[in-house]
């Protein structure tokens, strides 16, 4: 089928968005707008960045053309990584719909509306909700604690400083952990093939991990002997066992064990009602929009969020292999 008649019936629904609309990628829900369209292409702005991207036609009769060669459902993930939104523009024509659960685009017989556009504005800079998380808050603190005192000088801080960054780096890496798990566990419901899914800072890309358990020792022993394995070969000293024993011996556990003694930090007790009211006194002067110094506060604030963003993103999965 001639992809200009789709070409059109695309322009138009382009044309017909309100100037507000915004857009969201079916994978990664990268949000831009359409700032332009033009016979020979469509013009894109991404509204965290600020970049713009021309959609090409030719792109666009290609992805048609991919889509109705698979039967009329084309897997996004099979998408170039820059090219899915070219499957979000697409899905304004009413004869393509985007499944984001499935990450697939579809060439349906009945007309459709895209499930891609936010008809309200984006929050803007003043909308912006403080997130109830301990997380959020250990972090502000740790980012002002390592603007007032030198990082890459450690040597030169006192020991109370030391103590206050250990303490704060060790609940920040516990709550991003329960953050870190609460987000892997939605995203291995949207993640459905071993292709990684980029998102604005990152990757991330579904992957198994085998732990492997023996079964009981009788049964394991006599399925190897049946195999012409001996007892004896597979048989080993049990760590359990051998602790038992030396408990009613009198023999040291030095001549049975090496030991490697090694000292390390670990936290003993949070001040939280501390951290609370030092948190409160940042939070109040960030806020305090008659001082003269505001508009350097408020791009205080919006640098602490983007460094916030970069602490917590994931890392691309590989598969691990484990015995116990």
Not at 10 to 16: I, V
Not at 132 to 153: F, G
Request: charged share 35%.
């Amino acid at each position: 089928m001639p992809f200009t008649g789709s070409w059109h019936t695309l322009l138009e629904e382009c044309d017909a968005l309100p100037d507000e609309a915004t857009l969201v990628t079916p994978l990664t829900e990268t949000r831009f707008r359409i700032t332009d369209s033009q016979a020979h292409r469509v013009v894109i702005e991404f509204v965290d960045s600020g970049d713009s991207q021309p959609l090409q036609r030719e792109q666009f009769a290609t992805l048609a053309e991919r889509i109705e060669e698979v039967g009329g459902t084309f897997d996004l993930s099979r998408l170039p990584p820059d090219a899915e939104p070219y499957a979000a523009v697409l899905s304004l024509h009413p004869r393509y719909e985007c499944d984001e659960r499935a990450g697939t685009i579809t060439e349906t017989d009945d007309p459709t509306s895209s499930q891609l556009v936010e008809s309200r504005p984006a929050a803007t800079e003043s909308e912006r909700v403080e997130p109830d998380l301990d997380v959020y808050a250990d972090m502000l603190l740790l980012i002002d604690a390592l603007e007032r005192h030198d990082p890459t000088a450690l040597d030169e801080c006192e020991t109370p400083v030391l103590i206050n960054l250990y303490t704060l780096c060790s609940d920040v890496q516990r709550n991003a952990g329960d953050l870190r798990q609460s987000v892997r566990e939605l995203l291995l419901d949207r993640l459905h093939h071993d292709q990684p899914v980029h998102g604005q800072y990152g990757s991330v890309q579904r992957t198994t991990r085998r732990n492997r358990t023996l079964k009981d020792d009788e049964e394991v022993l006599g399925i190897l002997e049946n195999a012409g394995v001996p007892r004896d070969q597979v048989m080993g000293v049990d760590r359990g066992k051998v602790d038992e024993a030396l408990d009613v011996t009198d023999l040291s556990e030095s001549v049975v064990y090496d030991i490697d003694e090694r000292a390390y930090v670990r936290k003993a007790d949070v001040d939280d009602e501390h951290k609370q009211t030092r948190l409160q006194g940042l939070k109040d002067r960030l806020t305090a929009s008659d001082d003269p110094e505001a508009e350097q506060l408020r791009e205080e604030v919006e640098a602490l969020e983007r460094r916030i963003e970069e602490l917590t993103e994931f890392t691309p999965g590989t598969e691990v292999g484990s015995c116990s």
